[in-house]
């Protein structure tokens, strides 16, 4: 991804989108492309509402999440995306406060494991969906200051750190890449 400005995903010799290197890991378009360009926790769920920044969608147990509107583009069911790194774990005991207008879930620590540079975290949250967390060991130093298998967490991220992919069950009819750019003879 270091060497190209345009990148141009394939899926079963169809394009699944073009784009460039921080479009396509930021705000992938299908669930393929989220989880091609590394881990994605994807969260089904249903739009309730809208204004002009961000969509408000509720989730499998109620919770409800914001993501940037403009890239719900008119569907119900969707799924909001959100990387590993981008979420961030609180006592789930309340003591930690969520940053206002941050999205938060509930949730348990499942799984631990200690990279060196991060740790990784497997998260149930309380609908069922399990979320991979990266957090850098900065604040944490020891073992003894991991969070632990069985402890309580919210997971909180930024709306705006969000992507919204299609529905897995959706099904594209053009062989055209999602952010299709036509080609010139400077381009091709």
Do not use: C
Not at 24 to 40: C, D, I, K, M, W
Request: aromatic share 6%.
């Amino acid at each position: 991804m270091t060497m190209s400005d345009r990148i141009a995903v394939m899926n079963l010799g169809r394009y699944e989108q073009l784009g460039d290197p921080e479009s396509l890991y930021e705000r992938p378009s299908t669930p393929f492309v989220a989880n091609f360009l590394g881990v994605s926790n994807l969260l089904p769920g249903t739009v309730q509402g809208k204004d002009e920044r961000y969509a408000t969608v509720k989730l499998a147990d109620d919770t409800l999440i914001r993501a940037p509107s403009g890239l719900v583009d008119g569907r119900s069911d969707i799924n909001v995306g959100v990387r590993p790194e981008k979420i961030r774990l609180r006592e789930g005991n309340g003591t930690d406060a969520t940053p206002s207008g941050h999205n938060a879930l509930h949730g348990i620590v499942r799984d631990v494991s200690y990279l060196g540079v991060s740790t990784q975290y497997q998260v149930e949250a309380r609908g069922g969906a399990r979320l991979t967390v990266y957090e850098q060991n900065v604040e944490r130093a020891t073992r003894a200051e991991l969070w632990s298998p069985g402890e309580e967490v919210v997971l909180t991220w930024s709306p705006d750190h969000s992507f919204v992919v299609t529905s897995p069950t959706s099904s594209t009819t053009s062989n055209e890449p999602t952010d299709a750019v036509p080609a010139d003879a400077s381009t091709a």
